[in-house]
């Protein structure tokens, strides 16, 4: 079993940044890969980061270039970096960990772009 802790969300004006934490227990997530998703209201959830055990990434076409993820395995965290955000990043971000037979999702944590 993992339990998976998102943090960081807020209340941001366009064009401010954010950091999300999700912090992993329950057992070691180094040798996972971990993402991030979101979904706004009335929308499907969509991924939009994901980081490999070995560190590569990818990232969704709308994110590229503003959002990081980073992972540190000696915290059993996973981070994502927001800068630049839009109304349109508005939604709530959830953690995931991939541990082969089944994952695990966290709570969520929301993000509102807004002036």
């Known amino acids: 079993q993992v339990q998976l802790v998102e943090s960081g969300g807020g209340l941001v004006q366009p064009g401010g940044s954010l950091r999300l934490s999700c912090a992993a227990s329950g057992s070691t997530v180094s040798a996972n890969a971990m993402a991030w998703y979101r979904q706004a209201p009335g929308k499907k959830r969509e991924l939009v980061a994901a980081i490999a055990s070995g560190g590569s990434t990818n990232y969704a076409d709308s994110v590229k270039g503003r959002f990081t993820i980073s992972r540190d395995n000696a915290k059993n965290t996973v981070y994502l970096q927001m800068n630049s955000l839009k109304p349109e990043d508005t939604a709530a971000y959830y953690c995931?960990?991939?541990?082969?037979?089944?994952?695990?999702w966290g709570q969520g944590t929301q993000v509102t772009v807004s002036s």
């Open positions: 995931f960990v991939d541990r082969g037979l089944r994952g695990y």
